[in-house]
């Protein structure tokens, strides 16, 4: 079959030794196989044994999330040809990665692909559906954020060539990086489920979305040319409403959830 074409990355604390096994697991019931490498603090029993469970590489934590995606995605070698990260807490939806790969195979002039993402709650009942859809990039320079992150896969040229993650982002990084990718390439819609998010009160998001919001902002000013960012204050506020909007419902109906 020869090597992998796809690189995935899943950067942990290892913390959450369940959820990091069903991210695995997705992974390795794709249809397509990938290489895996997991970054991590050193020094955890299970996760050395998932390690070896999985067959993924593994790298010591460099210390923040960001960093440890960037060193992870150092390792690609010339045959992958696609990469993404996930954290211990995403899955991949059956045929995901057929899919996204498929899609990047089929429109050379596309460096990332990307469908719908299905948001669960911590026992993975389903709470909604972000169906991104093929307008999603258009809006991405002054919208909502509508490309779901953890199901996309990216072109490893293009990737390079926009030097992976800005590592002084905690939280914007993924729209900071998909606005450098928009220069090279388009960003293409598969328009299926391609991956699931889960909603809970330790989600990355969810824990400051005052501090994602800000940086979502200052990522979108930094993708636009001059005129533009001197009125982006026009539709910052009711992009900021909506996002926070969105995110109440899903939290309203993961209590719901919970309390049922």
């Known amino acids: 079959m020869g090597d992998p074409r796809i690189l995935l990355v899943v950067a942990t604390?290892?913390?959450?030794?369940?959820?990091?096994?069903?991210?695995?697991?997705?992974?390795?019931?794709?249809?397509?196989?990938?290489?895996?490498?997991?970054?991590?603090?050193?020094?955890i029993p299970q996760l050395a044994e998932l390690v070896e469970e999985f067959a993924t590489s593994f790298l010591p934590d460099p210390g923040s999330l960001t960093a440890a995606i960037?060193?992870?995605?150092?390792?690609?070698?010339?045959?992958?040809?696609?990469?993404?990260?996930?954290?211990?807490?995403?899955?991949?939806?059956?045929?995901?990665?057929?899919?996204?790969?498929?899609?990047?195979d089929a429109d050379q002039t596309a460096v990332v692909a990307f469908g719908a993402c299905r948001y669960i709650d911590p026992q993975g009942r389903e709470?909604?559906?972000?169906?991104?859809?093929?307008?999603?990039?258009?809006?991405?320079?002054?919208?909502?954020?509508?490309?779901p992150q953890p199901g996309m896969l990216v072109r490893r040229s293009a990737w390079q060539a926009v030097g992976g993650l800005d590592e002084s982002f905690r939280f914007a990084f993924d729209l900071d990086l998909l606005l450098k990718l928009q220069k090279l390439g388009r960003l293409v819609d598969v328009g299926v489920v391609v991956s699931s998010f889960r909603w809970h009160p330790d989600s990355l998001t969810v824990g400051d979305r005052t501090t994602n919001i800000v940086e979502s902002e200052r990522a979108k000013r930094q993708s636009l040319g001059a005129a533009a960012r001197r009125v982006a204050w026009l539709w910052e506020a009711p992009v900021r409403v909506a996002t926070r909007v969105?995110?109440?419902?899903?939290?309203?109906?993961?209590?719901?959830?919970?309390a049922g």
Do not use: C
């Open 246 to 258: 969105a995110a109440n419902e899903v939290q309203r109906r993961a209590r719901r959830a919970s």
């Open 127 to 147: 709470l909604w559906i972000s169906k991104a859809g093929p307008w999603a990039p258009r809006v991405l320079k002054w919208g909502p954020d509508l490309i």
């Open 13 to 43: 604390l290892g913390e959450r030794i369940d959820f990091l096994r069903e991210t695995l697991t997705s992974i390795r019931a794709q249809s397509v196989p990938s290489d895996v490498v997991i970054v991590a603090p050193v020094g």
């Open 70 to 104: 960037n060193l992870g995605m150092g390792t690609a070698a010339p045959h992958h040809e696609f990469v993404n990260w996930l954290n211990d807490d995403d899955l991949l939806e059956p045929g995901s990665l057929e899919v996204t790969s498929g899609a990047l």
